[in-house]
């Protein structure tokens, strides 16, 4: 059934950080280190700074790293990437067969057998065609994606690991500023922007105090719906009759009907290496606007980098996931797959509890998963039951990180 | 000694919230159950809006609300002002005697003896015109002020409550910032934005993850000393040398030479009720001078509400104290004085132990207290270790506050 594969393995980190990165860099190490007891798996590697750390034979032996397995603990309560990360794009191999034969060349020098690669959209671009590479070479090895991204835009996963923490945060974060916005009478206006180029996820979680406790933000937009400048400050006018405390919730990848961004005004211009656009404006754009429209005290509040490495208020449950599913990468791989990317599905019934599996990676690499319009209400201002529904079991339960001298204490690897 | 008065006890919240003016306002409750169990104290109000809802006659009855006594460790844990706020400027008795006459009429309405005012330096300054009132009418009444402020900039106290919590956000939220920078290897700015307008102490908390763990923010740049963009823009060129990621703190209020504050051109222009003028650019023109200096990746976060009302990051140390000082408010009350502020102070010795005080609110109103020289490092561009000794206790311990579905539970009175 399964086939014997004896080798070393490698993992690594790519993209944007996140809170749970690491926690499942901690499954994938556990799950290596359980084969390596079973003699199925050889030593252990971390290429620093993903692919390009590979590709400089930048290697970290976590064997030894990880001597001490307390180690591991503290590692799951790390934020970002402890190998570092990259932002390389992988090329074509018919465009650049000389970085695939590096690849191979490096594999064989440290009787590479098992590559795991923990990312987002663009890391499983990486996964994809590295596995298409070997399958038609005959240097025998298994790679496996693990998914990874604060955004939950990855298809074929129920969610993504990073999510919940981030979405925790910001529960946590918009409920708090809604107790701050609270304490004064006069009129005001309060914008908190959230991160999510392309897809309302992170925003829908601005939806969960209001949600759960019955005090909430007045509206939330997502980049799901053409944004409508007239019936934002619409629905403020109508907020306004309600209370003097007006909370609202945009996403930072607001454009609208001719795809121009809010914030397109105050963007900085520059692009990453994929050629995404960074975006510095939307709550500002929006803060000018409500401004000049209702002369009250306006304030944006851009959540910034805490939302994806907040970990000392990281979710439990996205947490034990985020192991469990890095541990599972493992067994796919000594079950003898590659090619795919570890999933988290959701069990049918009444409680929340979460299964693993794959799906090749070519069905994920470069797919955007969006917020569903069933999870988004009619007027495009707000949330359904259902998405409450989705999002709810996410966030639930605690961390514990270790602290010393009231700073929590970190796993640093580089 | 001591001489009796009994009657009714107000408490009011002013000024912009924390994370731990609930907590004070729980102490000052409980050293009002506590008297009331002596029948020294009748009953206990809340002023909703501070000296703005006392006019209103907008009272809570807390008594009631806290008839559930375990209700006090929820606000405890609750941030902003439960009671809300005001930034009310109270005028002086001569300028405006119909407002002093409405005071008293009130006070008598409601029998009230004991008045405490948790606030900052404008809260201060109001407790110091009642006071001074006060003690020219025959109305017999003991007004006690109890301090609160992130800002940490109050005379005659070691340091303020609400501000060890700030510290503890700040630091943990600087350290995840310095995880979530390290991870590529291009080289990139990132500019942390800290509240202060007038003193320093929330960015010498920026401080403590260098101190503490030995990885820390490059620079940090005070309001008590003039900015130099030409010295900022070399000490960047020189973390350079030692690494590509380069992650710098600075307040909001600082200013050149020439006074002017160096997020001027990005400034709002708007003025709140005391004629501050709401800063909201330092981070973002800082950012654009070193891009344009390195064309390198530049950040700015700007940590912005969450500094002050993050508690479920409140520091152990600071809760305490600030329940302890409320209670404290109410023993002086007890004692016969009125007109002064109950004070932390630090103990001599070797461990760090706080004790608690009292000094005269006219020596504290209006006055501010700046980072002192011998906190700021020769080059003005970080801390001593002075400072960090100052610092180090006042964010050591964690809160445990209850959660329910994920959230924090807050206490909610109005």
């Not at 606007?289 to 980098?305: M, P, Q």
């Not at 949330?383 to 605690?398: F, H, K, N, S, W």
């Amino acid at each position: 059934m399964e086939k014997q594969l004896f080798g070393n393995a490698i993992v690594g980190q790519s993209g944007g950080p996140t809170a749970a990165i690491n926690a499942t860099l901690a499954g994938v190490i556990e799950g290596v280190f359980a084969a390596q007891a079973e003699k199925r798996i050889g030593k252990l590697y971390g290429m620093q700074n993903g692919m390009e750390g590979l590709l400089a034979e930048r290697l970290i032996d976590l064997d030894e790293a990880f001597a001490d397995r307390d180690r591991l603990q503290l590692l799951k309560n790390t934020p970002a990437s402890a190998l570092g990360s990259c932002r390389k794009k992988l090329p074509l191999p018919e465009k650049d067969p000389a970085t695939y034969a590096e690849i191979l060349r490096i594999f064989r020098k440290f009787d590479i057998r098992y590559f795991f690669y923990i990312g987002g959209n663009d890391s499983m671009d990486a996964v994809a065609k590295l596995s298409a590479y070997f399958q038609q070479n005959d240097y025998e090895i298994r790679i496996i994606g693990v998914p990874k991204t604060i955004d939950n835009d990855l298809v074929m996963t129920d969610h993504t690991p990073g999510f919940g923490s981030a979405a925790k945060y910001i529960a946590t974060t918009v409920q708090e500023i809604l107790r701050d916005c609270a304490v004064y009478t006069v009129r005001a206006v309060t914008i908190v922007e959230i991160m999510g180029r392309d897809a309302g996820w992170l925003t829908t979680a601005a939806a969960l105090p209001g949600a759960l406790t019955g005090i909430g933000v007045d509206y939330l937009y997502l980049p799901e719906r053409d944004f409508d400048q007239k019936a934002f400050l619409a629905d403020i006018a109508a907020a306004f009759e309600r209370h003097p405390n007006v909370v609202i919730a945009v996403s930072e990848g607001l454009r609208d009907a001719d795809g121009h961004y809010v914030g397109e005004g105050t963007q900085s211009g520059v692009a990453d290496a994929f050629g995404h656009r960074y975006l510095a404006g939307t709550g500002k754009a929006l803060e000018l606007a409500v401004k000049e429209a209702f002369g009250c005290k306006v304030r944006s509040i851009e959540l910034n980098l805490p939302q994806r490495c907040a970990s000392h208020l990281a979710s439990a449950t996205d947490i034990a996931e985020s192991v469990a599913v890095g541990s599972h990468a493992v067994s796919l791989a000594l079950a003898g797959e590659s090619g795919c990317m570890a999933t988290i599905l959701r069990k049918e019934g009444e409680s929340y509890a979460a299964t693993y599996g794959s799906s090749p990676v070519s069905q994920i690499a470069n797919a955007v998963k969006h917020v569903p319009d069933e999870f988004i209400n009619e007027a495009g201002n707000g949330v359904t039951e259902a998405c409450v529904q989705y999002l709810r079991p996410l966030i639930v339960g605690e961390v514990a990180p270790a602290y010393e001298n009231g700073l929590p204490v970190h796993c640093i690897l580089m």
